[in-house]
């Protein structure tokens, strides 16, 4: 596995690069900034929930719920808020963040600004970014490049992936799992990460 560092600046491309589970430990360092105590839910319990926060070391009940999606070119929809929010009502939890690389649906906004839960899209998350100091901005690039921010990770085995040539087409490059052939979860590499392999 070879580690990528970041020499670009930070941009929607770069955002939309980041792995889901590095993008969901991207979003606690985000929540932590914000004065939360922020922790990701272990693998497997989710349940729609993929980080608790805690205000003023209050650890009896979440102040806060967050969901994250990284989703480059998918635009996250109603049903994905509906769902989240169900998830808020059933923790008795006031406070909700989404949080996307990419984008949301007129409606699922709509449903958001409604029930008052606090979405961040990629364009928001760079400018939260681009407005903190330089000291946090690049700690935040250290730390995609610490956790490998390219390379998926395999839900089933929560490992990262390889980077795989197809036997057919050795231009075809995809993401497959280290557990082979046990595991054959494998995933297409998008657009932004090629961006980053072959800068
Ligand atoms: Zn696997």
Known sequence: MQFIKITSEWSPELLK?????????????????????????PIGKDQGIDIFAY????FDKPAAI????AWATMKVGVKNIREFYGAMAANNVEKGFFFVTGEYTPDALEFAEQNKISIFDGEKILQL???????VQDYLKKFLEMNNFLYPTCQSCNKKMFLRTSKKNSDERFW?????????QNFKLSQYQEMFLDQ
């Open 17 to 41: 690069a980041i792995e889901w589970q590095t993008f969901e430990s991207f979003c606690v360092e985000l929540l932590r900034a914000a004065k939360f105590q922020a922790f990701r839910t």
């Open 55 to 58: 205000k003023d070391g209050l």
């Open 66 to 69: 967050a969901q994250c999606k």
């Open 129 to 135: 970014i681009t407005k903190a100091p330089q000291g």
């Open 176 to 184: 497959g799992c280290q557990n082979f052939p046990i595991c054959r």
